[in-house]
């Protein structure tokens, strides 16, 4: 097995050398030639009456190299926490303004979702009777509550809270009672004999057979909450990292655009690998 791993993350590596490398060979071809050398004589005289210059110089010069991409990396990296004002923060800064609005809207709805899901799954009744509603809010974009959440809360950062929320609590709702309703019958049967109160019951019996799903429910809500977080925050715009990478997309930046991608994909992997190690902790292997 640490053979396999092993032999998997020297894969890993040789992949990502050559993704730098046909990189690398694509951006330095790409730069070797002037702009303005690619343009016809008609184009270059359309360009001067827009009144731009196609021979002058260019904030951006097309897609960043790895090299420029590095120095990006290791500039954002040096200084993560610097703070010049609403519009220029540090990576760290953006980033914890993101962390800090997922984390309220996940521990809103896992407080909504877990109570509930346990009800739902305990008890037939309740899941027919809630099961209509739940079919119809489930489909909806969270983002298509937006307009709403501006027009009655009227502050970007809760509406922001508020759209975590919506997206987190279905998955966790779903998985929950789907979890407490598939508890073997053997178990719950012992706990009868044993005349077991109904609160020991769903900690000491229910609780820990379910543990496992619920836990699944979650992992897939984070996964959800941060791809909807970015989105939100390139919407409502203060801080955050979606609204990083919109303002750096406008500043015609695409070293920072890149990182900040980059910051994304490895918080929402460490995030999920945090949910998955919790989750092996909860499963009872036979």
Same mark, same amino acid.
């Not at 001067?48 to 002058?56: R, S, Y």
């Not at 489930?138 to 929320?165: E, H, Q, R």
């Given at each position: 097995?640490?053979?396999?791993?092993?032999?998997?993350?020297?894969?890993?590596?040789?992949?990502?050398?050559?993704?730098?490398?046909?990189?690398?060979?694509?951006?330095?071809?790409?730069?070797?030639?002037? !702009?303005?050398?690619?343009?016809? !004589? %008609?184009?270059?005289?359309?360009?001067?009456? #827009?009144?731009?210059?196609?021979?002058? %110089?260019?904030?951006?010069?097309?897609?960043?190299?790895?090299?420029? =991409?590095?120095?990006?990396?290791?500039?954002?990296?040096?200084?993560?926490? *610097?703070?010049?004002?609403? +519009?220029?923060?540090?990576?760290?800064?953006?980033?914890?303004?993101?962390?800090?609005?997922?984390?309220?809207?996940?521990? /809103?709805?896992?407080?909504?979702?877990?109570? /509930?899901?346990?009800?739902?799954? =305990?008890?037939?009744?309740? *899941? $027919?009777?809630?099961?209509?509603?739940?079919?119809?809010?489930?489909?909806?974009?969270?983002?298509?509550?937006?307009?709403?959440?501006?027009?009655?809360? $009227?502050?970007?950062?809760? @509406?922001?809270?508020?759209?975590?929320?919506?997206?987190?609590?279905?998955? =966790?709702? /779903?998985?929950?009672?789907?979890?407490?309703?598939?508890?073997?019958?053997?178990?719950?049967?012992?706990?009868?004999?044993?005349?077991? @109160?109904?609160?020991?019951?769903?900690?000491?019996?229910? #609780?820990?057979?379910?543990?496992?799903?619920?836990?699944?429910?979650?992992?897939? @809500?984070?996964?959800?909450?941060?791809?909807?977080?970015?989105?939100?925050?390139?919407?409502?715009?203060?801080?955050?990292?979606? *609204?990083?990478?919109? +303002?750096?997309?406008? +500043? #015609? @930046?695409?070293?920072?655009?890149?990182?900040?991608?980059?910051?994304?994909?490895?918080?929402?992997?460490?995030?999920?690998?945090?949910?998955?190690? /919790?989750? $092996?902790?909860?499963? *009872?292997?036979?």
């Amino acid at each position: 097995m640490k053979s396999l791993r092993m032999r998997a993350a020297l894969v890993s590596v040789l992949m990502l050398l050559a993704l730098i490398g046909i990189w690398h060979a694509a951006t330095v071809s790409g730069s070797a030639a002037s !702009p303005a050398a690619q343009l016809t !004589p %008609e184009q270059i005289e359309y360009m001067k009456m #827009l009144g731009k210059d196609p021979g002058g %110089e260019k904030k951006s010069e097309g897609f960043p190299t790895p090299a420029q =991409m590095g120095a990006t990396i290791v500039q954002q990296l040096s200084d993560p926490f *610097y703070d010049n004002g609403p +519009n220029d923060k540090g990576i760290a800064i953006q980033l914890a303004h993101s962390l800090g609005r997922v984390a309220l809207g996940f521990l /809103l709805a896992t407080l909504v979702a877990v109570p /509930l899901g346990f009800a739902i799954g =305990m008890s037939p009744l309740l *899941y $027919k009777a809630l099961d209509p509603f739940i079919q119809v809010l489930k489909p909806i974009s969270p983002l298509a509550w937006m307009p709403l959440a501006l027009y009655t809360i $009227k502050d970007s950062s809760i @509406s922001g809270v508020f759209v975590i929320f919506i997206c987190s609590v279905w998955p =966790m709702l /779903l998985n929950t009672a789907f979890g407490v309703a598939s508890v073997r019958r053997d178990w719950l049967n012992v706990a009868a004999t044993l005349e077991v @109160s109904a609160l020991r019951r769903a900690f000491l019996v229910i #609780l820990p057979a379910a543990a496992p799903t619920i836990l699944t429910g979650m992992r897939i @809500s984070m996964g959800i909450a941060w791809l909807v977080i970015v989105a939100a925050e390139m919407l409502v715009g203060g801080t955050g990292i979606g *609204y990083f990478v919109w +303002n750096e997309w406008n +500043n #015609l @930046s695409l070293t920072n655009v890149i990182f900040a991608i980059l910051v994304i994909g490895v918080v929402g992997m460490l995030l999920d690998l945090a949910f998955a190690s /919790l989750q $092996k902790v909860v499963t *009872y292997v036979e």
